[in-house]
């Protein structure tokens, strides 16, 4: 494809078209009854307070001195930043979905004098309108909104609330159906959405990047039937944009793995139904699992992504990757966490937001072997019910023994069928779990891998990562020793107040 041709192509997926990246069914959003249905469903369930998001006034929340107990390692110093939706109820309305809050991304200095926190919203062109409506205006990924004002590409639904990195000297907000927004690290305001080339506004840009160990950014983007390539550079250039066609037109890609020379993509059997949903209009679900599709992973190359395999693998549905790497045999070992359907997203996440929260599908990391030569693929599911995959950053796209995720292996009275909580590290070459249950008040979110100053080994790091404290609806991060969860944290510090559950999150060293 020549340049021409692919800036035409790019165009028709960004501003070109209203595009439906993530269209889910629906029913209207919820009147103001939903808001006190779900007031109640607190009081009886404490840690549905997590979800109850921000009013819509709040622009920001900060706390300069965060109660800290335990010892905060003296080198651990820098930025965690974290990212999830936040905003759900506006004018009397309350989505139906998790995914459908406005972004609003946190941030953590531990510095000095101990740990201080910004949150911030992402002042996307959604919620600036939105602010001055006084009400929801576009429909979102679970939730339809009457008297739709007119949208012109994705940005317009674009709520920025995925993920969060700092990278070149600005944070990167990302969602997944179009731009990431800029973000200044100094005061988290927000510069605006990245158009990393003339030509390119509203391109999809996904949540998931992969920093390899020369700080290039590696990226997706999936639309209808294509699939963009970015190549960002470690000064936060475009070093390159590619784009190729998608194995399986309409559906979803949500994370990506990298290797030395292939970028890794899982596309699980889940659809959107464009003939019959349109944005949300339909009362249909408009997003389709298909049992009897395979998850394919597409594997292209970095420098051609026209050269690529497709290998199928049994249906199942994935958000997140762990990592992946080249074996000198040829094939390529992919860590990702699979779950059986797609119910997480389709339900729980709704009945999340109605306040009769709970998973209902097993989730469990799974390890694929794909051989580059004969095209054949295998997979084995390791053991246990968890999500949030993260690794050692310095491992990233190279063999990495060990995979932090959150997990669950308890029911407690009282509580449901609740997220995560406990975090363990599983030695993926001997199966061995080093685990912490943070007990049942706690909801157990992301941990990341923040390794140790001056260290080299995979695992010489500290694990980072937030829990909801219903007891006391409050936000507290954590650290603990990677080679030691079981321990339990080394230092926490406690927020006076309680952020929305959030997805994902990043670190910068200082
Ligand atoms: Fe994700």
Known sequence: MNRRDLIRALAALGAGSALPAFALDAAPAG??????????????????????????????????????????????????????????ERGGQRYRHWFDGDGMVQRFEFGPNGVSHLGRMVRTPKLA???????????????????????????????????????????????????????????LST???????????????????????????????????KVVVWHVDPAGKLARVQIGESPYPG????????????????????????????????????????PDQPLRILVMRKDDVAERRVFELPAQFVFHVGNAHERSDG?????????????????DA?????????????????????????????????????????????????????????VNWKSFPGRGRTLFHGIQVQDLASGRVDRFDYGADAVVEEHIVVPKPGSTRELDAWLVGTTFDARRQATQVNVLDARR?????????????ALPLGFHGNFSAA
Request: aromatic share 8%.
């Open 31 to 88: 009147s103001g009854a939903a808001a006190a249905a779900f007031d109640r469903a607190v009081a009886e369930m404490r840690w549905l307070g997590a979800l109850k998001g921000v009013s819509a006034g709040t622009d920001t929340l900060r706390c300069d001195r965060l109660a800290v107990s335990g010892r905060w390692p003296a080198g651990l110093r820098g930025r965690f930043y974290r990212n999830g939706p936040a905003l759900f």
């Open 129 to 187: 309108n939105e602010r001055e409506a006084g009400r929801f205006l576009v429909n979102a990924l679970g939730t339809r909104i009457d008297d739709e004002a007119p949208v012109q590409g994705p940005d317009s639904f674009n709520t920025a609330n995925t993920n969060a990195i700092e990278h070149a000297g600005r944070v990167l907000a990302m969602w997944e159906g179009g731009s990431a927004f800029a973000l200044d690290p100094a005061d």
């Open 191 to 225: 510069r605006g959405a990245v158009t990393w080339q003339p030509g390119l506004e509203q391109a999809p840009f996904s949540a998931h990047p992969k920093l390899d160990p020369q700080g290039n950014l590696w990226n997706i983007g999936t639309t209808q039937d």
């Open 251 to 290: 559906g979803m890609a949500h994370d990506v793995a990298i290797t030395e020379r292939y970028i890794v993509l899982p596309l699980p059997p889940v659809r959107l139904n464009f003939g019959r949903a349109g944005r949300g209009r339909e009362p249909e679900q408009a997003m389709d699992f298909a």
């Open 331 to 347: 094939t390529i070992v992919l860590s990702f966490v699979g779950a059986p359907d797609a119910t997480f997203l389709t339900r």
């Open 350 to 406: 709704i009945a999340l937001m109605r306040g009769e929260g709970g998973m209902s599908t097993h989730t469990r990391t799974q390890v694929a072997t794909l051989d580059m030569a004969s095209g054949r693929a295998r997979v084995d599911a390791l053991a246990g019910a968890v999500e949030f995959p993260r690794i050692d950053p310095r491992r990233i796209g190279l063999p990495a023994r060990h995979l932090v995720t959150a």
């Open 485 to 497: 969860v079981a321990d339990g944290p080394i230092a926490q510090a406690t927020l006076p107040y």
